[in-house]
């Protein structure tokens, strides 16, 4: 059969590598510990899905939903968006319902680029950004974190030429991989790069919630003109363990949102009317719960990173994110690192090179994963290194 030569340039998706590669070492019986994939090991609390069970007997939700969403999922967005980030929304032109946010920045990628056309991507990032714009046939222009920038990226390094040509911007904070957060006037930066250059900005606002020692995300929507240039893309995933359940939005630019729309009316036919609504539930609160997850992670970050300088790595512990960003020991690549773990301590930790050319030298631990095999973890890493 012939297919689609898309999909030649397309590298295979990291953590379905990685899945395949644990499946196989547990049916050989090996106790395998992931550090890898940041899929929340803990179950969705009981209250939302006690809410899901009451959405999915009402049958009200049965029917083809629209693609804009109901009306009772973008108020909440907005009135939460108002309450946790001084935000104005607009629930009719300025949200759209997402199936998880990952959906969301694919599909983004075919509502503003085109073949040949440039996007600016993080390196590291998150591999959406730059799988979505290779799938449409546009130029990957990677804008390298570097630690000693905090992990921001330097918009000067890109040339006039490459900013006249770029379409759009991607970022993420707190970001994945890094676990690096705003604590400047990074965001504001990025508004007037936007707008002299005629870009779209596309901020991952994945993590905002898992947020430590007092460190409080803001949106980026929070700096003004930025809903001139941008969307932001919330995920209900991370801080109430929904990963299964596909479910988030986008907010800001309503060019933006309507051009997605057109594309999504094409593609699906909106997202069931039950998680809407269950979603609305969520974000109209309470939040207890995440609190208790902001504890959860801010205490596994601790024993993860005492583990760590056991073992001689004297890793800062991130503000924020569900993961730590480590350099990996002399004499390794990263994959190096990543295959000696897995084949001497059974340990699964993710390849910085995963996220791009620039992970080369780190490799991501996510605390998604009980205190006590966390601390395990870095017990066996530290004797598969004879340390
Ligand atoms: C930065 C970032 N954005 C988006 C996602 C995907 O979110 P969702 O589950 O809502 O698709 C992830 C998941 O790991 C992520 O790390």
């Given at each position: 059969m012939r297919f689609s030569r898309r999909l030649d340039n397309l590298a295979p998706y990291l953590f379905a590598e990685m899945e395949r590669k644990i499946a196989e070492k547990r049916?050989?019986?090996?106790?395998?510990?992931?550090?890898?994939?940041?899929?929340?090991?803990?179950?969705?609390?009981?209250?939302?899905?006690?809410?899901?069970?009451?959405?999915?007997?009402?049958?009200?939700?049965?029917?083809?939903?629209?693609?804009?969403?109901?009306?009772?999922?973008?108020?909440?967005?907005?009135?939460?968006?108002?309450?946790?980030?001084?935000?104005?929304?607009?629930?009719?032109?300025?949200?759209?319902?997402?199936?998880?946010?990952?959906?969301?920045?694919?599909?983004?990628?075919?509502?503003?680029?085109?073949?040949?056309?440039?996007?600016?991507?993080?390196?590291?990032?998150?591999?959406?950004?730059?799988?979505?714009?290779?799938?449409?046939?546009?130029?990957?222009?990677?804008?390298?974190?570097?630690?000693?920038?905090?992990?921001?990226?330097?918009?000067?390094?890109v040339s006039e030429a490459e900013a006249r040509r770029a379409k759009v911007l991607f970022i993420g904070y707190p970001n994945n991989p890094t676990a690096a957060v705003v604590e400047d006037d990074f965001f504001e930066r990025v508004v007037a790069f936007a707008k002299r250059y005629d870009i779209a900005v596309i901020h991952d606002n994945a993590y905002s919630e898992l947020t430590y020692d007092g460190y409080v995300a803001p949106s980026f929507l929070s700096v003004p003109g930025a809903k001139d240039v941008g969307v932001e893309f919330f995920s209900f995933s991370k801080p109430f363990n929904m990963t299964g359940w596909r479910t988030g939005f986008a907010v800001g630019n309503r060019e933006i949102l309507a051009h997605l729309w057109r594309l999504k009316t094409n593609i699906d036919s909106g997202m069931f009317d039950a998680v809407q609504r269950t979603s609305a539930f969520i974000l109209n609160g309470p939040w207890d719960f995440v609190d208790e997850m902001r504890a959860v992670y801010r205490r596994r970050r601790d024993v993860l990173a005492d583990a760590l300088l056991s073992v001689g790595v004297d890793a800062p512990k991130p503000k924020g994110t569900i993961y730590m960003w480590i350099p990996v020991p002399e004499g390794y690549t990263s994959a190096a690192f990543s295959d000696h773990v897995l084949e001497q301590a059974a340990v699964i930790v993710t390849p910085g090179t995963g996220?791009?050319?620039?992970?080369?030298?780190?490799?991501?631990?996510?605390?998604?994963?009980?205190?006590?095999?966390?601390?395990?973890?870095?017990?066996?890493?530290?004797?598969s290194l004879k340390l």
């Open positions: 049916a050989g019986g090996v106790d395998v510990i992931s550090l890898g994939i940041g899929d929340p090991d803990l179950p969705t609390p009981g209250y939302i899905v006690e809410e899901m069970q009451r959405q999915v007997a009402d049958a009200q939700n049965d029917r083809y939903p629209s693609n804009w969403g109901v009306g009772e999922f973008g108020q909440a967005a907005a009135s939460f968006y108002k309450r946790r980030f001084g935000v104005d929304i607009d629930p009719a032109k300025e949200f759209f319902p997402l199936m998880g946010a990952k959906e969301g920045l694919a599909h983004v990628c075919w509502a503003i680029l085109d073949a040949g056309d440039l996007a600016l991507v993080p390196d590291p990032g998150y591999p959406v950004y730059a799988g979505g714009s290779t799938m449409v046939g546009a130029e990957v222009r990677y804008l390298r974190l570097r630690p000693e920038n905090g992990f921001l990226p330097d918009l000067d390094e996220y791009g050319p620039a992970g080369e030298g780190f490799v991501r631990l996510s605390l998604t994963t009980p205190d006590d095999r966390i601390a395990e973890a870095v017990a066996r890493i530290k004797a």
